[in-house]
């Protein structure tokens, strides 16, 4: 059995993501879903991005910083649900697919830290995302960083000067 056999069952539902794992394992095969190297250093990054920014507010850890840094989250894979067909009127089939990471956003910081990273915050620095967030943008305001690349939907950019009267968020 390959890997992309594996992949095909927990996608009909035949094998759950567990036992594909397991199965990988016992053919010396490679993990199928992967987290990117935990050895990366996100603190000695020159630039970060905004989630990255407010996963340090929020939760002072490099693993949280890590878990937004993009570079980091494009070699990470993850089983993600979904029911599907094959054409229009075929069966419906309920598994998981194998799917890479998307880039992070603020949008899905908030929502993962509702879901389940509020046990990872120090209680030192107890600030919610959305807290986080809404310090960023005060800091940012105020001048805070030297420069700042705001990018809009259509992979422009925007540099920002300092102290400039205004940031909004593109």
């Known amino acids: 059995m390959t890997r992309d056999d594996l992949i095909d069952k927990v996608q009909y539902g035949v094998m759950t993501p567990d036992e594909a ?4 394992e016992l053919l010396g095969l490679r993990r199928l879903a992967s987290h990117g190297d935990k050895t990366l250093d996100p603190l000695r990054e020159p630039d970060w991005t905004l989630p990255m920014a407010a996963a340090w507010i929020a939760y002072r850890t490099s693993d ?3 878990g937004q840094w993009d570079d980091y989250r494009l070699d990470c894979w993850e089983w993600r649900f979904r029911k599907w067909r094959v054409g229009f009127d075929g069966p419906v089939h309920e598994g998981h697919f194998l799917e890479q990471c ?14 389940d990273q509020r046990a990872a915050r120090d ?3 107890s ?3 959305q807290e986080a967030i809404d ?15 705001l ?9 920002l000067a300092p102290r400039r009267p205004a ?3 593109a």
């Open 21 to 24: 794992e397991a199965e990988a």
């Open 64 to 66: 949280a910083v890590r």
């Open 102 to 115: 998307s880039r992070a956003t603020l949008a899905k910081l908030s929502i993962s830290d509702s879901v």
């Open 123 to 125: 209680p030192l620095f």
């Open 127 to 129: 600030m919610t995302v």
């Open 135 to 149: 310090a960023l943008w005060i800091a940012l305001r105020g001048g805070a960083t030297n420069r700042v690349v």
């Open 151 to 159: 990018k809009r939907r259509r992979g422009s950019h925007r540099w």
């Open 167 to 169: 940031i909004t968020r």
